[in-house]
């Protein structure tokens, strides 16, 4: 490359081409009398553009002599007649014209390429480029810094056998035939650096088309190793607080929980003395005692069931997405708090439908939901005198899926503020930490649903979310 920039090779190539004008011209003056024109205005312009602007002229001023010499009259003369002087200056601007034209278009696309290639190597994401063998063209600067090859260490090898991890090259493979098609592809996924780290990266590849085929193909990168820790710690700390929301929701419970607990375990107590007294009459009456140890079996499974029901609540292992009955995750909840709204005086009704297909869910973060939405709205009706505390749970079918609908009688809220309920840190409760409604929110947009609240009329709010039916169910 350097020995094309010399001088001499420039100002050589002018000698060349204007030689090979001139034995063209010889050549072929019977037949083409004035081709010679053509010839040394092309020889001008070729040199122009391999050797630019001085080289140009050089060959302009051999090509006027060679003129003058040999097609001008007087010939074998480096003279001019008076009457070919306005020929010989007409052929003299075309020449300076056109080696102008030359040596300007070769330096207007060299900083073309010049800033092209300044653009792809300041660009802030590495980027490859790789023929349809996948042999590697060319990478930036960016690349290099991002994968840890130098770029004689790349260029010229497979790509698949550099950065493309064993186990992901089938999927690679498969990426570049559809790219060979002329499709573009974007994916996320993990490539491998020169020490063998792997990189989580966001990857864009576009076919480069010529003439209506693929020749090859650029490929971008972007590191998101960083961003996906990063979402994966805020996953961890959504988890976290979703965990306190159930401890704090099931401290609110206490009351109820041991009343569902002391409920069972005082049958329990009443059932064993009634068999202790069956047994201890004169003949035993086991008939009796019998029904009273059946009892005291049904109601320490009922009491296991209660605890089962709270220690799921509190753990803070994720349960696997099942298909649920979405009327079932009702009444578990319902016992849960069952005393609770007895002892807000608040009447609870339910209006389920029947036959309701299936959902995929998470039962315990579902039953969270319902378990927030329910505890908020028998707070809403704490302040409510004049009217009856009213708490309506439905749960129906629509075009979307399943909807389960909580509905009070509350004051509701103030429309200014139905923006914001979902917010987080929001919250109308004295000591409330603003968290449930939207971490509900995220609990059921995460299983594909959607969670919206509406204001009642005349009075209270309606809690809604729909989910979508489980795959294959209809």
Not at 154 to 164: H, K, M, N, P
Request: charged fraction near 20%; proline fraction near 4%; aromatic fraction near 8%.
């Amino acid at each position: 490359m350097q020995s094309l920039r010399s001088p001499y090779f420039r100002y050589g190539i002018a000698l060349v081409f204007v030689g090979a004008a001139l034995i063209l011209s010889l050549l072929l003056h019977t037949i083409l009398s004035d081709g010679f024109l053509i010839f040394f205005l092309s020889a001008v312009m070729l040199t122009s553009w391999f050797g630019r602007t001085g080289p140009g002229l050089f060959a302009v001023f051999l090509s006027m002599a060679a003129v003058a010499y040999f097609f001008i009259p007087p010939y074998r003369a480096f003279a001019v007649d008076l009457e070919e002087v306005p020929y010989f200056l007409s052929f003299l601007l075309s020449a300076l014209v056109t080696s102008w034209l030359g040596s300007a278009r070769r330096i207007a696309e060299e900083k073309q390429q010049a800033h092209l290639d300044e653009l792809f190597e300041q660009t802030p994401e590495a980027i490859m480029l790789v023929d349809l063998q996948d042999r590697v063209l060319r990478v930036n600067k960016r690349f290099t810094q991002m994968f840890g090859y130098a770029m004689q260490e790349i260029v010229g090898r497979y790509s698949i056998e550099l950065i493309i991890p064993s186990q992901l090259r089938g999927q690679a493979m498969n990426e570049r035939e559809r790219l060979a098609e002329g499709q573009e592809v974007n994916v996320e996924t993990t490539r491998r650096s020169r020490d063998g780290s792997h990189i989580d990266v966001s990857e864009v590849s576009f076919p480069v088309i010529a003439n209506g085929k693929c020749i090859a193909y650029y490929t971008i990168f972007r590191d998101i190793t960083a961003s996906k820790r990063a979402l994966e710690d805020l996953h961890k700390a959504q988890s976290e607080l979703a965990h306190l929301s159930r401890i704090t929701t099931m401290g609110e419970l206490a009351s109820s929980i041991a009343h569902e607990i002391n409920q069972p375990i005082g049958a329990i107590a009443t059932n064993g003395n009634a068999a202790v007294r069956w047994l201890a009459q004169n003949p035993p009456h086991l008939e009796g005692a019998g029904e009273a140890l059946d009892c005291i079996v049904r109601d320490a499974n009922r009491a296991a069931q209660v605890i089962g029901r709270i220690r799921a609540l509190l753990e803070k292992n994720p349960t696997p997405m099942i298909h649920l009955d979405l009327n079932e995750v009702i009444r578990e909840v319902l016992l849960l708090t069952s005393h609770e709204a007895n002892r807000r005086g608040a009447t609870v009704k339910t209006e389920l439908s029947n036959g309701l297909p299936p959902v995929l869910g998470d039962r315990v973060q579902l039953q969270q939901v319902l378990l927030n939405l329910i505890m908020n709205s028998l707070d809403s009706m704490n302040s409510i005198t004049d009217r009856p505390r009213e708490l309506v749970i439905k749960s129906s079918r629509d075009t979307n899926g399943v909807v389960l609908e909580v509905l009070d009688s509350g004051p509701g809220w103030d429309e200014q503020l139905t923006d914001t309920i979902f917010d987080p840190f929001f919250t109308t409760k004295k000591d409330g930490i603003g968290m449930g409604l939207t971490i509900s929110r995220s609990i059921v947009e995460a299983h594909g649903g959607h969670l919206k609240a509406e204001r009642r009329t005349p009075h209270g709010a309606i809690l809604k979310f729909d989910l979508p039916i489980a795959a294959g169910i209809k």
